[in-house]
């Protein structure tokens, strides 16, 4: 707050420096004499000579407010330091290690406040993950409906399940989002035990009536999994049974059964991931097509594989490697199975690169050279398949894609496929192959919305 200005005018400024309050005296209030306040409990009698003759007509500004920080308390510091180990994936033994302490000692603390050992802090976080999902359980109770996401993967050699919810806010209509489990899932990744895994974590958040839909990928195990485990619908048919049809049963059997108690698991209807579908087409649906082509099969398989050859020369060699950067000055990116549109953009950054060049690395590696209708065709490949990749990653965004994004996007993505064709030596009759495989999509997802 200046003092100085009329109406006493606020400033922003820094706790650790007053740059900007200085700039702000320097212009504004250039003509004022300004006095250091003196802190020095001796000479504060006014009627000191020296003080009555400096302070004479002269407004005083006192900075020394600015210059306090703010002291944390023990909960501040066990909340700065959990945000920090459980966003960055660190190991919880990071707050004994002496680097990290010598950093935290630095901050402004109250008497008493200390950095916590691992197993203070691994409590803490236990504490902290139970009243989290107390605070979800009761946002849950609030909702009519929400939807969920499920998924498994494996890494370095341990299987997970994750499922994430995924819903709107009653009072604002904000997308809210939260991770429902992140556990390992032990065994086989069979049907019967993803379907029970599935009603366990619903069930321990009381959201089984409440969810719409589950999305997946499209793996076998995941659609058996809601197949079989879809609620019984009534027959609505009206039609009565025969009267003379008459069924024995076992009275042994029925009072066996009687005593048998058995959970019967239920899971919400099934969708499948339309970005999971799209990347389907371009992986295995298109590579099928050009195999059946006897014209364009042979052209595929040379420049495919002369291109793996220089994708495995440049990553597992680091002279290869070198001469790469010296001739090409970029790298070249290798494509990976589980990652969306890898093998596009790995062999669109071939394709940059102009073919004196690529050949004269194929001399230098001693591999065979690509041939002007293998690079055509490479080129011609990356055209077609280019509408796919970006709405792949429209499709795939976190906080901007919703349900009416998907038909929208599916249609600009078969006009604009379509105007391709024209101008293709090659693939002239890809794009139509393409379209088709997702108007299939398209229908499929007209029939869910019918539905919804």
């Known amino acids: 707050m200046c003092t100085l200005c009329p109406g006493a005018k606020t400033l922003s400024t820094s706790v650790v420096s007053n740059s900007n309050l200085m700039k702000h005296l320097t212009t504004t209030h ?9 802190t020095d409990t001796s ?25 306090q920080k703010p002291m944390m308390t023990q909960a501040e510091v066990n909340r700065m330091i959990g945000s920090y180990v459980v966003k960055s994936m660190l190991p919880l033994l990071t707050v004994e290690d002496d680097s990290f302490r010598a950093i935290i000692a630095k901050i402004p603390r109250k008497a008493g406040v200390c950095t916590p050992c691992s197993k203070t802090f691994a409590k803490y976080l ?32 341990r299987s997970y399940l994750g499922m994430t919810a995924h819903w709107l806010d009653p009072h ?3 997308q809210k989002k939260a991770a429902l489990a992140c556990r390992r899932f032990k065994g086989r990744h069979t049907y019967d035990s993803i379907a029970t895994e599935l009603d366990n974590i619903h069930s321990s958040f009381s959201i089984s009536n409440k969810i719409t839909a589950t999305v997946t990928d499209n793996g076998s195990n995941f659609v058996k ?13 009206g039609e009565e049974d025969d009267d003379d049809d008459v069924n024995f049963v076992d009275l042994h059997d029925a009072l066996q059964d009687m005593n048998v108690e058995e959970d019967v698991v239920t899971l919400p209807p099934h969708h499948r991931c339309a970005s999971h579908t799209a990347n389907l087409i371009s992986c295995s649906d298109v590579d099928k097509w050009i195999l059946s082509r006897p014209d364009i099969k042979a052209v595929y398989r040379s420049a495919t594989s002369k291109c793996t050859a220089l994708w495995s020369k440049a990553s597992h060699s680091a002279v290869a490697a070198e001469i790469v950067d010296e001739v ?40 065979k050279a690509i041939t002007d209708r293998g690079y055509l065709f490479l080129r011609e490949y990356c055209t077609v398949m280019k509408p796919l990749t970006v709405a792949l990653d429209i499709l795939q965004g976190v906080d901007n894609c919703f349900y009416g994004t998907l038909l929208p996007t599916l249609e600009t993505l078969i006009s604009k496929t379509l105007d391709l064709k024209t ?30």
């Not at 359980?137 to 494996?154: C, Q």
């Not at 999994?225 to 048919?237: L, R």
């Open 43 to 67: 000479t504060t009698d006014d009627s000191s000579p020296s003080t009555s003759k400096e302070g004479l007509g002269a407004q005083k500004l006192d900075l020394s407010a600015l210059q």
């Open 126 to 157: 236990d504490a902290e993950y139970a009243k989290m999902n107390t605070e979800l359980k009761k946002s849950f109770e609030e909702l009519e409906f929400l939807s969920t996401t499920a998924d498994i993967w494996t890494a370095h050699n």
């Open 225 to 237: 999994a809601f197949k079989v485990t879809q609620p019984v619908q009534g027959d609505d048919s």
């Open 423 to 452: 101008g293709l030596q090659n693939l002239g009759d890809l794009p139509e192959t393409v379209v088709k495989i997702r108007a299939s999509i398209s229908s499929n997802t007209l029939n869910t919305y019918s539905h919804t």
């Open 328 to 367: 090409l000055e970029r790298k070249l990116l290798v494509p990976c199975s589980t990652r969306w549109n890898s093998f596009h953009d790995a062999v669109a950054r071939v394709c940059e690169f102009p073919i004196a060049e690529l050949n004269t690395i194929s001399y230098n590696f001693g591999l």
């Open 172 to 174: 604002s209509l904000e």
């Open 30 to 38: 250039a003509s004022t004499k300004l006095v250091a306040k003196n």
